[in-house]
Structures are given as C-alpha cells and as structure tokens.
C-alpha cells in the first residue's frame, strides 16, 4: 500500500482546513459541465470538482481524491464509484470523528 | 458421639506411610487443625495430633465447609486422602496436601499439648464463635439482665457469621409454607421466612424440624420479632430470594420474641422500576423487575392448566402502559388473578395506577411478564411516579396510540432480522461468562467471522423428507421413519454441524443447525455431500468450505449449559442467520463510541 501522499477525510465544511493538501471526500452528483463536475458533499454543501471528469458508467456516489484548491473546491486526481446504497450520514461523522477526537489515528 | 480424640503419633504414621499406594487402606487418622489461615481461595493450617505439627493444606473445594463453619480452626477432622510432598524449597520439610477428609468435632478450647489431656467440645457441628459461647454462658443469668444485655438492637445489614450475640428487630415480610422433604440424610420438614429490619434490609431466615415446628406458629406475616441466636452463613446464590450475601437459620436454641406493645416503622416497599420500553434487555434473564403503569385493559380470568402436575390454575391478563408510550401485558396467577385481579377488572373504567413488585420477565409475544409468589401489587401508589403517570395519561396518554413492547422485537422462534440488532455483545462478553444460561437458555445477537469448519466432522444427519426427524436405515433398502412410522426409498441430508466462530474479542463454537448452516454454506446439506464425493482435481467440497470461512454474519444466537461428563459446557446454538447491513452496523459503531467518549 502506498502511504507516500496521504489524502485527509473531508466534508463540505473541513474542505477550507486542507487548502494545498490532498483530500478524500464523497460527493453525490447534482451537475456536470465541460472540465468540471457539481456535487453535493455528505453535509449538504456543495463542491465543484476541476479536472479529469470520471468515466461512465456512474453510480449516485463517487469519492474523488484530489488537491483541494479553495474552500469549496477539488482539483481531482482519482475518481471511485461508491454505489448507490452509501449512507452519507455515516461518512459525515466519520469525517468529524478523523479530524476532531481521532485525528491521531489517522493523518 | 464419635471419637474426639486425635490419633496418637498420626503425624508419624502418616509421614512414615507416605510410599502408600492408592489400593492400599489408609490407616483412619484424626488431626487437630490449628493455624487455619487462608491463602487465595485455599486453607492451609498445621495438623496436629498433641505431639507434632505438620504443614497442610486443603482443596479449594472444601472452602465452602470451612466458610459454614463445619472445619473450624481447633476441631478435628479425620484425613480420607491426602498426599506427602515436599516443601518447595526446604526439601527436608514436607507437607500433606489433603484430598478428601471430614470433619469430626467443631472447636475444642485449645490446642492439643503433648499432655495427652483431650477436651470434649461442648456441642456439635453449631458454627460458633469465642463470643457465642461467652453469651451462652450469659444467657443463665437472670431473664432480666439477660434481655437488658441482648436488647440492643442490631440493624441486619451489620450481621455476619463471625460476630457471636446480636439482636435483630424485624418484620416478617413473607412467609413460605411449611415443606416435607425425603433425601439422603433421611427425612424432614423446613420452612423460610423473609424478614426486613427497619432500615429495609432483608434476609431469609430457615428453620429445619425441630425448629420449624416450634416457630412456624409463631411467626405470622406482617408482625414484628426480637430474634436472637440465629446463625448465619452465605447466601447459596442458586436460591437467593433477597438482597443479602446472607441467609440465616435459627434452630431451637435460637429466640424469637413478637415485640407486642412497640410499634415499628415498616419501611415502605422498595420498588426499583423499569419503564416498559427497557424490558426488552430482561428477557429471560433470572433478574426480577418492578413496573409502575397505568391499567389500560383487564382480562377475564382464564384457567391454564399447569403443565407439571396437570393442576388448573387461574391466570388473568393486564395491560399497562407508561410514559414510554409501550404497553406491556402483564399475567397475574393464582390469588392475585382471583383476589387484586378482580378488584382491577371492577376498576378498569378508572385506569388505576399499579406498581408490581418482583416480575420474572418472558419472550412471549416479544416481551411478557409475569407474576411469582413474591410478587406484590399495589394499586395506586402514594408516589411521586404514581401521580405524574395519572397526570400524564389524563392529559395525553389516554389518547395516544401506544405500540406493544413485544412487537418491536421477534420471539426467538422468529428469524427476522430486526432482532439481529437488540442484545448485541461481542463474542468474549459469552466466553468469559460460563455460567450464562444456567437456568433457561439466554437469546442475543452477535456480529462475527466464521473462522474454521472442521472439513472431517459429521456435518449433516439422515432426516426424514416428511417430517425433518431423524431416520434409521432398513433392512433392506430404504429409510424407516420412527415418528411418521413409514419407510421411504430416499432420505434428505440435514446439516447439524460445529463451526468456529470469531470476532475482535475473542472466538467461540457455535451449533447450527439445518436452515442456518445452509445460509452460512450457501448450499444444502445434498448439494455440499454431492460435492463431497465428487472425484476431480479441484475438490469443489473443500472449495466450498473455504469460500465460507471468514464469511461475516449477524447471527442470532442462545446460550445454555450442558453437561458432558459431568462437566458443564456452554452451548450456542444459531437461531438466525442474516447478511450484514454496513449502513445499519456503523451507525451502531458510532452510537458505541459516543457512548465511550472521554471528552464532553
């Protein structure tokens, strides 16, 4: 397993703390245009992904892995389908739970 | 009486005997016991036999015999069976690890000196202490002095089995009938009675024969009694009835005086209530529970025959509901169906508020309690939680639609996977826990690997196609069936198997039978024998056994004991099988780590 750029947990709010760093997040797809994909992070805000644009066919959820680049937006680098049946509520406390109490288990 | 005198040079001989083999006779030796001391769990103490002392020991079974009182310190016991070794360390000392001895006589006054003069004890096998026997003493004084002398009374949470002259002053809060019994020993009559000071603690109180008869009289229900001279001793946890470590006996000697004239403040009954919503945890469980809640519904009585002696027995149904907005149906038998039962049916209408005392919780319907001999109902309290449920349903309750308890929650029988996620432990809190379904079998539910499947085991039986029992192979061809009585050509394999089952705390064995194992394999019982005796390179059977290992299930499981060569061995056995929800189990991870969060 490569562990030589480690990406931190985000949502829509924690994406300003990683500005220059790679991040992780799940997105569920509410738009697309040329370049760029519009997606809604597991706490209801919204993200705008720049770059690559993930090859079909897609599922509800994706995780994209990138460099976030503003506090609401991912200059993606790696895009994953997470099915249909993800529970956003999970990853969202998740995300809470990697950069708040647990943060020294992870990054 | 027996001999109590020590066995002159039985330390000798049992040093000079020690090649003995097991076949031969031991010669019969009796010892004094002196420095009897406790060491972890065990006794060890010097044997003396009035001219030398040797070190000894004895098993951590005989502990209990020296707690009651039966080995004391300066008795004697005669040695059964006993082994010499050495001393670990001083290698010319030995020391005699005793196997099997009994005791003989209860404490002499002293030790035994090399004089040779034995002192008689003054009586037999009475758990007595040096302050006892000093109060004996006493007691030939005049009744006067005597009553000033014992008369302070003691509160009973005070009382142990080594504190001699105590005095307690308690009401009888139950009274048990008087019972005959036949065993061993020969025959007998015993009887029990709950008594609770005026600080509210209680403990039982059992008189045997001679004492039964005298104080069965004299005890009545609700009064009041000095008793003194009672001895006591710990609790048989099997039988425990109070909130005591523990119990007491009183035997003739024993003095139970009814304190007329004075009156004693009677604690009131102490509930401990369980809101309708939380039974679910109860279930099947030994522990007995209060409810308070508001009478929704009354039941006729009803006549249900008893299963162990075909007696009829008058039963009658109520509906409580509380604050929780559940409803719980709860059996009264007996006298309380005939006797508050009624009075309940002729004040349905009102929706009085009742508090029951002492529930045994069971799984039918989901959730159902029921009422025992102890049990004790009062209707409409005179407290605080009575009056806030009658205000509650006044306002709300009686118009909100309330949900049963029960119906949340499957009955063991029932698979569904809603009860994968109620009771859920981790496989260590079952393993570490031997004594789990000691009475009746304990249901949870439990989320786990399947780690290994012994490929050489009996893994399926010959069944029935009709009837799923177990059938015996004919004569000729064919399978006969004991129950359907009827032969059939062919058989159906039914899986009964053994699997190892882990988790991150630890693993287990469970049990499962025909339909769960078919959900963990992924095939039938014929299918995977099919597989089994298939030739070809690829062993399709091994095959399938390792696609199931590390497997991950919800299962629902029941825990019991079972004996196997006299050896008690828990047992689980899958009731239930089902996939896991990752959705549905990381929201229970999330809820267990807030609950074990440090920080605020």
């Known amino acids: 397993m490569d562990t030589s750029s480690p990406s931190a947990f985000v949502n829509g709010a924690l994406l300003r703390r990683y500005i220059g760093q790679k991040v992780r997040t799940v ?43 503003s506090d609401n937006s991912i200059r993606a680098e790696t895009w994953t389908n997470f099915g249909n049946t993800f529970d956003p509520q999970n990853y969202n406390e998740l995300c809470k739970l990697a950069n708040g109490e647990f943060k020294h288990l992870f990054i | 009486m ?10 000798a001989t049992v040093l000079s005997n020690q090649s003995l083999d097991s076949s031969s006779v031991r010669p019969q030796i009796v010892v004094q016991v002196v420095d009897l001391k406790a060491v972890g769990n065990r006794y060890t103490f010097s044997a003396n036999d009035g001219k030398t002392k040797m070190k ?26 006993y082994t010499i070794n050495d001393i670990p360390g001083k290698s010319e000392e030995k020391y005699m690890l005793i196997t099997k001895c009994e005791a003989v006589a209860s404490a002499l006054d002293s030790e035994i000196k090399s004089t040779g003069i034995v002192l008689k004890p003054k009586q037999e096998f009475v758990a007595r202490s040096a302050s006892q026997i000093i109060n004996e003493q006493r007691g030939n004084a005049a009744p006067a002095a005597r009553m000033a002398m014992t008369r302070r009374v003691h509160p009973l949470v005070s009382l142990n089995p080594y504190q001699g002259s105590w005095t307690i002053k308690v009401r009888v809060t139950n009274k048990g009938v008087m019972r ?62 109070v909130q005591n470590d523990y119990e007491m006996t009183l035997n003739e000697n024993s003095e139970v005086e009814e304190a007329s004239n004075e009156e004693m403040f009677t604690p009131e009954i102490k509930f401990n209530f369980v809101p309708i919503d939380e039974l679910g945890t109860y ?19 009803m006549s249900i025959r008893r299963r162990n002696d075909n007696e009829m027995i008058p039963k009658r149904d109520i509906t409580l509901a509380d604050e929780t907005k559940k409803t719980v149906v709860v059996s009264l038998w007996n006298d309380l169906a005939t006797g508050i039962g009624q009075e309940l049916l ?90 789990l379904g000691e009475e009746k079998p304990v249901f949870f539910s439990t989320r786990a690997y399947i780690s290994f499947i012994k490929p050489d085991q009996t893994m399926w039986y010959r069944a029935c196609k009709t009837c799923n029992k177990k059938v015996t192979e004919a004569m000729d061809s064919g ?47 014929d299918e995977l024998d099919k597989l089994k005796s298939e030739e070809g390179e690829v062993n399709e059977f091994q095959t399938k056994l390792k696609e ?4 991950s299930h919800l299962f629902r499981i029941s825990v019991s004991q079972q004996e196997y060569n006299s050896e008690k061995r828990q047992r689980i056995t899958v009731r239930g099988v089902c996939p896991i929800d990752f959705a549905a189990e990381t929201r229970l991870l999330l809820q267990d780590i807030s609950k074990n969060k440090t920080s605020p």
């Not at chain 2, 009182?69 to 004697?76: A, D, E, Y």
């Not at chain 2, 015993?190 to 001679?210: C, Y």
């Not at chain 2, 099947?284 to 009585?301: A, E, F, H, R, Y």
């Not at chain 2, 199931?548 to 497997?551: A, C, F, H």
């Open chain 1, 27 to 69: 997105i569920q797809v509410i738009g697309s245009d040329t370049g760029s994909v519009v997606g809604k992070s597991t706490d209801d805000l919204q993200i705008v992904v720049r770059g690559p644009s993930p090859t079909p066919p897609l599922t509800t959820y994706l995780e994209v892995i990138g460099i976030a680049e």
């Open chain 2, 2 to 11: 027996e001999n109590s005198a020590v066995t002159q040079d039985g330390i």
């Open chain 2, 56 to 81: 000894a020991m004895l098993p951590a079974t005989l502990t209990s015999d020296i707690v009651s009182g039966k080995i004391q310190n300066l008795g004697l016991i005669r040695l059964l069976d």
């Open chain 2, 180 to 241: 005959t019994y036949n065993n061993a020993r020969g025959e007998g009559c015993v009887f029990n009675v709950e008594l609770t000071d005026e600080e509210g603690t209680q403990i039982q109180a059992t008189m045997f024969n001679a004492a039964a008869k005298k104080f069965y009289d004299r005890f009545e229900m609700g009064k009041v009694y000095y008793i003194s001279r009672g001895s006591l001793k710990l609790a048989n946890k099997q039988f425990k009835t």
């Open chain 2, 283 to 301: 279930v099947n469980q030994k522990d007995l529970i209060d409810v308070i809640g508001v009478v929704q519904s009354v039941s006729p009585t």
């Open chain 2, 346 to 435: 002729d004040m349905a209408d009102d929706h009085p508020v009742i508090a029951i005392k002492s529930l045994k919780v069971g799984d039918f319907q989901g959730v159902s309690l029921s009422t025992i001999s102890r049990s004790n109902v009062v209707i409409n309290p005179d407290s605080p939680e009575a009056t806030k449920l009658k205000s509650w349903y006044d306002s709300e309750g009686k118009e909100t639609s309330m949900s049963a308890i029960g119906s949340g929650m499957s009955s063991p029988a029932n698979n569904g996977s809603r009860s994968m996620y109620s009771d859920r432990v981790s496989l260590s809190h079952i393993i570490s826990n031997p004594s």
């Open chain 2, 479 to 525: 399978y006969w069936c004991e129950g359907c009585q009827k032969k059939d050509q062919e058989c159906s394999l039914r899986y009964i198997m053994a699997v190892k089952v882990s988790d991150s705390t630890g693993e287990a064995w469970f049990s499962a039978f025909n339909d769960e194992a078919e959900k963990i394999i992924g095939c039938t019982a």
């Open chain 2, 548 to 551: 199931t290992t590390w497997s």
